[in-house]
């Protein structure tokens, strides 16, 4: 990356000693609250002993700018949207850009290293691995959050559905809202002689993977559409770009439904069903029980996991994870350090913005394993 | 005009072969982008042609996780979405164009000309915007409205009123194209109808009308390019010698016998060509019809009010997909939408040659 | 079409009824309005729309929406445009140093010395493919060649306006020298004067109106793009004045993205990017028409 060679060296001096400050007081770091205000005092502390600075003057820290782009994933786009804000209070001289565009852009853009960091609901795939140009890549969980299932038909504002009957509607076998299978799942409601459209993403999605994953796994059977960030869907869909170009649909055409993520279904105003989980409970989507279904995973030691289709009574079956992914190497000083510290911020003081955007929080355990994996990020000296 | 006295002796001659030099280069850029972008998006498509052959033309599945790419579906909705808008668009703007030029007064004519061509630069992505946020929801039920309509009429009435306007058409001129094609279209219909029962509506008005659907993608397009043609209509129309116009009307014709004698003949060249961009306009939009066209995947179909998509909207939408085949997928479908753009391209400057070749001709 | 060639004769039928004449003339007079009428609607209905929904949010609290930064969190209501009329700015006006000084050049050689060589025909039919080139395809070709190899950056965006605008200021700077009286030229040549410096002293300013002209219209039209930048750019919501470094944004392309979205609040603010968009489109194209009627009075 251009932008990479031309970092003007006050950066340099100024992040370096940043660095040098970081390695000798690893815990000064980790005690602190706000890691970027942390590693900047320690930096001015340690700035004159710096043999680095070969004699320049350093600059003020606010000519020291970094930014750092990422792109990827919309469903965690509303959780980098808000802690960038946050983050960007704390640490001026920090600017972080996210631009959506889907998980599968996001990894394709980290390979490329056109970004710093991408966000993305799934993994890279065995095979595309050995093409990031980068080297190996870390992955940060930072959220769960349920996948809802939007609907808008005028006049029902429950509505229950089991996987047979999602996976029914989304290939298409069932096309009117009052079809038997549909009133077989909401006993006693009125549902209305109407035409069902279904909306799905149009752009490569982690939304769409972990969405047919769930029905691979929980409508086995009568799934057929197989799993993907894109999967082959009927032609007589229609499909929106990002979860708020789904929910747009949704929210503009009668007789539709969508999967959309509980923060910009929420936001968008739109109404959503409750999903009949494992235990064969009926559960609505919220930040609370995408909690519990995060409580029983299993975490691999690289910190990948899957948290759709949980046990418990309740928990909301369609619940998923987004990472945060990242290079092991970072070869330039100021940004690596700078990718460190935001990261840093979106496993720890960054949670407490979850609830309210109607995502869930790490469960414990997974977010001490998180934040250990940090040391794990090498920065070039 | 020259302020400064000219020099004649000097390094006149270096500075000239220099200059000279830097004009040619400017020139051979254009050539040079153009290799370019042949050269490279070429080779980048080469792995899912390699891999798919001339499939990639003819099949409908489009499947990035099965590796398999068929863009007949987005070429289709391309050329469908297009021709809706041209067919929309066309007529329209050629009777403003004649409406500007020869029927509104004098004091109403420059504000008109001012209006259109300002129009014709309002950026696509604001008629997509008014597309998705206002038109898209309020449409659907348009469409139902006509699609019950329609479905209401008899079924041997579509066919018969297309013949009747064809035939209409051969009436006043015998030579109109246009109502060669209505009448020998209608005559085909009615035959159909009779012999299978079944008449137009189900083919082109289908079951599940959709607000975002490939009428909605031609009614913006063609929304967005009535401006274009207008206004090189009217530019082409101008063209018409006054002593022409005037000579008709010396005979004792009316306004309309005096366009059809006079200037119609004169510009027909020019307003084929003025369509022709038109139709690589539309074509070639990626926004608008992003926005509106419904991006569904396989649909080969005539029905109008389906959902689909168009070659622009897939590589805007799906750029961002991991898989390295898929990309190479998206670019060979930009190549296939490059040359299809040439070649309406070449056909129009074809025809606009041919027929100022052939009035020039004929003098 | 000079105008000038004689329009070959078409029988002129008057033999029919007068009153069928006239009731036919009459007939297509009123379709000619009518359809005068149908274009009128679907467009005064946008501008309106355009205007009504962007002035209250343009003009709330003026005038924070020019300047204000994009709120990082998309959903939320409020101002800011800022760093997307900056891009808008940059990446046109970079675009336009890089094509409209190559595509005067090009012109230059296709009137004065090409002419009717084989490379210079060559050249012309080029430029008239190039002007076909679909805009997304060149937004495509961008990204392969520069985008991949330097991130994102607004020159990314004005390499790719520059290659729409290219051909189209050759195409019209053609045209305008082809206006240029021989005699001019002769003139100066019978002064001694070199070909190169006719053509700067003499020829180009004879043009320069109409050349202007011609050059702010690709600028308006590219200044409305979307789809060439869409891979550029990047998606900056903070000021980012480097043109060579980083992210960027541009009006267009926070239209696009807001408009995709189901919030109120980023829905507000593509009607408010789209009513700047649209008045700098129009300012431009004003100020083109005011060059053309400064070369008609020079005619």
Not at chain 3, 134 to 150: A, D, E, K, Q
Request: glycine residues 10%.
């Amino acid at each position: 990356m251009r932008t990479l060679n031309r970092m003007i060296p006050t950066t340099r001096i100024l992040t370096a000693t940043g660095a040098l400050a970081l390695a000798l007081l690893p815990t000064a770091c980790k005690s602190k609250d706000k890691p970027p205000e942390g590693a900047e005092k320690a930096a001015e502390g340690d700035r004159g002993g710096a043999p680095q600075a070969g004699g320049e003057k350093p600059a003020s820290g606010a000519g020291g700018a970094v930014t750092l782009n990422g792109s990827g994933s919309t469903f965690q786009k509303g959780y980098q949207e808000a802690s960038i804000e946050e983050f960007g209070k704390a640490s001026s001289e920090v600017t972080i850009n996210y631009g959506g565009g889907g998980s599968g852009k996001g990894r394709q853009d980290l390979a490329d290293m056109v970004v710093d960091f991408a966000g993305s609901d799934s993994a890279y795939k065995e095979p595309d691995l050995a093409k990031n140009k980068g080297g190996p890549v870390l992955y940060f969980p930072i959220l769960l959050g349920p996948i809802t299932l939007s609907y808008n038909i005028d006049g029902v504002d429950k509505l229950q559905l089991s996987p047979q009957t999602i996976a029914g509607i989304f290939q298409r076998d069932i096309k009117k809202w009052n079809d038997k299978a549909i009133a077989g799942d909401n006993p006693g409601a009125k549902l209305p002689d109407a035409a069902i459209v279904v909306v799905h993403r149009s752009d490569g999605s982690g939304t769409t993977d972990n969405f047919t994953k769930y029905l691979d796994a929980a409508a086995k059977g009568t799934w057929k559409l197989k799993s993907g960030s894109t999967v082959e869907w009927p032609a007589d869909t229609q499909a929106g770009n990002g979860n708020a170009g789904v929910a747009q649909i949704v929210t503009s055409t009668q007789g539709a439904i969508g999967y959309v993520d509980l923060s910009d279904a929420k936001a968008s105003g739109l109404k959503y069903a409750s999903v009949k989980n494992q235990a064969g409970k009926y559960v609505e989507p919220t930040a609370e029980s995408a909690q519990a279904a995060g409580d029983g995973i299993e975490v691999k030691d690289d910190l990948l996991f899957s948290a759709l289709d949980p046990k418990g009574d309740g928990s909301y079956p369609i619940t998923y994870q987004s990472w945060v992914i990242v290079y092991a190497k970072q070869t330039d000083k100021a940004r690596g350090e700078a990718v460190k510290s935001y990261l840093k911020y979106l496993l720890t003081d960054g949670q407490r913005l979850l609830p309210e955007l109607d995502f869930a929080p790490l469960p414990k355990g997974l977010q001490d394993k998180a934040v250990a994996q940090l040391d794990k990020v090498q920065v070039a000296p | 005009m020259a302020s400064e006295p000219f020099s004649l002796t000097g390094s006149g001659n270096r500075a000239d072969t220099g200059f000279r030099w830097m004009a040619i280069g400017a020139a051979s850029l254009v050539l040079l982008i153009l290799g370019l972008i042949a050269l490279t998006m070429t080779n980048r498509s080469l792995p899912v042609l390699s891999r798919m052959g001339l499939d990639f033309f003819t099949t409908r599945r489009w499947s990035a996780p099965d590796g398999l790419f068929g863009a007949l579906p987005f070429i289709w909705g391309t050329l469908y979405t297009a021709v809706i808008a041209v067919a929309l668009a066309v007529p329209v703007s050629l009777a403003v164009a004649l409406f500007i030029t020869q029927v509104a007064p004098p004091l109403l004519k420059r504000p008109l000309v001012y209006v259109i061509d300002l129009l014709a630069v309002v950026p696509s992505v604001v008629f997509g915007l008014w597309g998705v946020l206002v038109l898209s929801g309020r449409i659907q039920r348009v469409y139902d409205r006509v699609h019950e309509g329609v479905a209401a009429m008899p079924g041997f009435l579509i066919p018969v009123i297309v013949l009747a306007i064809g035939a209409g058409l051969l009436l006043t001129s015998r030579r109109s194209l246009v109502g060669w094609v209505l009448a020998v279209g209608g005559l085909l219909l009615l035959l159909y109808f009779l012999v299978s029962g079944r008449s137009i509506p189900p083919l082109v008005f289908g079951p599940a009308a959709q607000g975002r659907s490939f009428a909605t993608a031609g009614v913006i397009l063609a929304i967005m390019i009535v401006p274009i043609i207008t206004s090189l209509a009217r530019e082409v129309i101008e063209t018409t010698p006054a002593t022409d116009k005037e000579a008709a009307l010396a005979l004792g014709a009316t306004r309309w016998e005096m366009i059809q004698a006079s200037v119609f003949p004169h510009s027909k060249g020019g307003l084929v060509g003025a369509v022709m961009l038109g139709l690589g306009r539309a074509m070639g939009e990626t926004i608008a019809a992003a926005l509106v066209i419904g991006s569904s995947l396989g649909q080969v179909t005539l029905d109008m009010f389906a959902s689909g998509n168009s070659m622009p909207a897939v590589i805007a939408n799906e750029w961002g997909e991991a898989e390295s085949l898929h990309k190479s997928a998206l670019i060979a479908l930009a190549v296939t939408l490059f040359l299809i753009t040439i070649v309406v391209n070449l056909i129009a400057s074809a025809v606009v040659r041919r027929s100022m070749a052939r009035s020039a001709g004929r003098a | 079409m000079t105008g000038m060639e004689p329009t070959p004769a078409t029988a002129l039928d008057l033999s029919a009824r007068l009153s069928w004449r006239v009731a036919k003339n009459a007939l297509m007079t009123a379709l000619m309005v009518l359809a005068f009428l149908v274009v009128a609607v679907p467009l005064v209905a946008i501008l309106w729309s355009v205007i009504g929904k962007g002035m209250s949010t343009a003009f709330a609290g003026f005038p924070d929406f020019f300047i204000k930064e994009i709120p990082v969190v998309s959903r939320r209501p409020g101002p800011g445009m800022g760093p997307a009329i900056l891009g808008t700015l940059m990446v046109t006006g970079a675009a336009t140093l890089l094509a409209v000084p190559i595509g005067i050049l090009g012109a230059v050689y296709l009137h004065e010395y090409g002419v009717t060589s084989k490379f210079a025909r060559l050249v012309r039919f080029m430029a008239m493919v190039m002007t076909g080139v679909p805009s997304i395809v060149m937004g495509l070709f961008v990204y392969i060649v520069w985008t991949l190899r330097t991130g994102y950056s607004a020159f990314g965006g004005a390499l790719a306006l520059a290659c729409l605008m290219l051909p189209v200021v050759i195409g019209s700077t053609e045209q305008m020298l082809k206006l240029v009286p021989a005699h001019l030229r002769e003139a100066a040549y019978a002064l001694g004067a070199s070909k190169s410096r006719t053509i700067m002293t003499v020829v180009l300013p004879a043009a320069l109106p109409g050349i202007v002209s011609g050059s702010l219209l690709a600028i308006a039209r590219a200044a409305g793009e979307t789809a060439p930048l869409l891979f550029a750019l990047g998606a900056a919501t903070a000021y980012n004045p480097h043109l060579f470094d980083g992210a960027s944004t541009a009006l267009s392309v926070q239209i696009f993205a807001n408009a995709n979205t189901s919030f109120v609040g980023s829905q507000e603010r593509a009607w408010g990017a789209a009513l700047t968009l649209v008045f700098l489109t129009f300012f431009i194209t004003l100020v083109a028409r005011i060059f053309t009627s400064r070369l008609a009075l020079k005619r």
